[in-house]
């Protein structure tokens, strides 16, 4: 009973914080798992606002000085929506201005300070990149 009362409170908080809640059954060799989880996985990752701020690529791989791409512009975009201050310029390459600026940014998020943009990293930079307020 107690599993029932706490799957039922988390989705009326979810439901009641504006996102979507989904029941899946707890046995992993159920098909009605693997049906739920397939229609309840979400195209695009979730993000903090309604409406994601950056739209360069869903693919959150670890980045770092030499990287380049799209998910180094997404980072980019990230940042220049986390922080004030100078803008970076979205060009893909993440060279020692990007470098910089996420070592910025994870200071002032209170997480590691590497300069590497990794899975914590890019969990606060969605968060602050979609929220009202500047991280700093």
């Not at 360069?56 to 791409?69: A, D, E, F, K, M």
């Not at 993440?94 to 070592?103: C, P, Q």
């Not at 890019?122 to 307020?133: M, P």
Request: aromatic residues 6%; positive net charge.
């Amino acid at each position: 009973m107690r599993r029932s009362t706490t799957c039922v409170t988390l989705a009326a908080s979810l439901v009641l914080a504006g996102g979507a809640a989904v029941a899946v059954p707890q046995s992993p060799d159920s098909p009605a798992r693997t049906t739920a989880a397939r229609a309840a996985a979400p195209e695009r990752p979730v993000t903090h606002g309604a409406q994601d701020v950056c739209n360069y690529t869903i693919q959150r791989p670890t980045l770092r000085v030499g990287s380049v791409g799209n998910a180094v512009r997404q980072a980019q975009c990230y940042l220049n929506n986390s922080m004030t201050g100078r803008k970076l310029v979205e060009d893909g390459n993440f060279g020692s201005v990007t470098n910089a600026a996420t070592r910025r940014f994870q200071q002032c998020a209170g997480i590691t300070v590497d300069g590497t943009i990794g899975a914590q990293t890019w969990s606060f930079l969605v968060f602050w990149a979609n929220s009202w307020r500047n991280v700093c």
